[in-house]
């Protein structure tokens, strides 16, 4: 495998982006959520940062989008970094098999969700950030800002009371784990959280930056270590079996890295000691991943040769 810096990322993002715009008209933008809808269905953009600090992007790259499930990510890590393995207690790490906001599995074990990425599961997680912090939706987001210099990113004010009046779902899930124990904070206070995580406005540019710790193994990128080695290592495993919703053994196929998507049309992913790459685009196949982004990402590791693999 050739070094991060001998390759020609802005062809390869120009390639991305032909196979990106092929797909035209396939899948559909979220509208269970109302504000997601309002996105312009035709936008892509997708950036690459090296862990050498080399930053490229095309189309869109930086105009923001909603980052949905893709926050689950960094709720993940920085629970895992302020409590460390405590937080396997109350969720595991097995791919669901279901999708991502269903209620079925959760009845049969015990309010214990199958993994942090599923809604149940980031629950969990943002439950037990919130108690970690004081708060978990501003933990989030100071941690982008932080990573990406983008002082401005922000969540979504309308997103996120979209995402609350129309929470049903969440709600539900949120309540059955409180039943088995499972939350230590007030559900509507959990729920308010994870919308205003959930909500957050960000760009393929800030979410590379940001991500890319995850290529470092751990470190951010003013150097300091937010994460050892061994947990960089273990997230990156997890985001390769449940990032990608019920298709995670698909996206395996075709793309082959680590990877977290969300209903607003982004998908970061990891080239672990390499690079953190983001792709967007608004229509979403079945499953929920964006067809635009994983079409990109599967050229762009297809082309350069990069994947976990
Ligand atoms: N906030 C969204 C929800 O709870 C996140 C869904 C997603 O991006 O997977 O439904």
């Given at each position: 495998m050739d070094a991060a810096h001998?390759?020609?990322?802005?062809?390869?993002?120009?390639?991305?982006?032909?196979?990106?715009?092929?797909?035209?008209?396939?899948?559909?933008?979220?509208?269970?959520?109302?504000?997601?809808?309002?996105?312009?269905?035709?936008?892509?953009?997708?950036?690459?940062?090296?862990?050498?600090?080399?930053?490229?992007?095309?189309?869109?790259?930086?105009?923001?989008?909603?980052?949905?499930?893709?926050?689950?990510?960094?709720?993940?890590?920085?629970?895992?970094?302020?409590?460390?393995?405590?937080?396997?207690?109350?969720?595991?790490?097995?791919?669901?098999?279901?999708?991502?906001?269903?209620?079925?599995?959760?009845?049969?074990?015990?309010?214990?969700?199958?993994?942090?990425?599923?809604?149940?599961?980031?629950?969990?997680?943002?439950?037990?950030l919130l108690s970690l912090t004081g708060d978990a939706a501003g933990a989030v987001r100071e941690f982008l800002r932080r990573e990406s210099g983008n002082d401005q990113l922000d969540t979504d004010a309308a997103v996120a009371a979209s995402e609350a009046a129309h929470g049903h779902r969440n709600a539900a899930l949120a309540h059955f784990i409180a039943s088995h124990d499972n939350l230590r904070n007030p559900v509507e206070d959990v729920l308010e959280h994870y919308y205003a995580h959930c909500a957050i406005a960000t760009s393929c540019r800030d979410l590379v930056l940001a991500g890319s710790f995850l290529a470092r193994y751990g470190v951010r990128t003013d150097g300091s270590r937010l994460m050892t080695r061994s947990e960089a290592k273990r997230v990156n495993s997890v985001l390769l079996t449940c990032g990608t919703y019920d298709a995670a053994g698909e996206f395996a196929y075709r793309v082959g890295l680590p990877g977290k998507s969300g209903v607003g049309g982004g998908i970061l992913a990891i080239i672990p000691g390499r690079a953190a790459v983001c792709a967007w685009g608004p229509r979403l196949d079945r499953a929920g991943n964006s067809v635009a982004a994983v079409a990109a990402l599967d050229s762009l590791t297809t082309l350069s040769g990069y994947s976990v693999f």
């Open positions: 001998t390759l020609d990322f802005p062809r390869l993002l120009e390639a991305a982006e032909a196979a990106a715009r092929a797909t035209a008209g396939q899948g559909r933008v979220a509208d269970y959520i109302p504000a997601l809808a309002e996105a312009d269905p035709e936008s892509f953009g997708m950036a690459v940062a090296t862990v050498d600090g080399e930053l490229y992007g095309v189309g869109d790259w930086r105009r923001p989008f909603s980052v949905q499930s893709i926050s689950k990510l960094f709720t993940l890590a920085l629970a895992l970094s302020h409590g460390g393995d405590e937080l396997w207690r109350g969720v595991g790490r097995e791919p669901s098999g279901n999708p991502f906001n269903s209620l079925v599995q959760l009845e049969s074990e015990h309010g214990i969700p199958r993994n942090p990425f599923i809604n149940a599961g980031a629950l969990v997680v943002t439950d037990r």
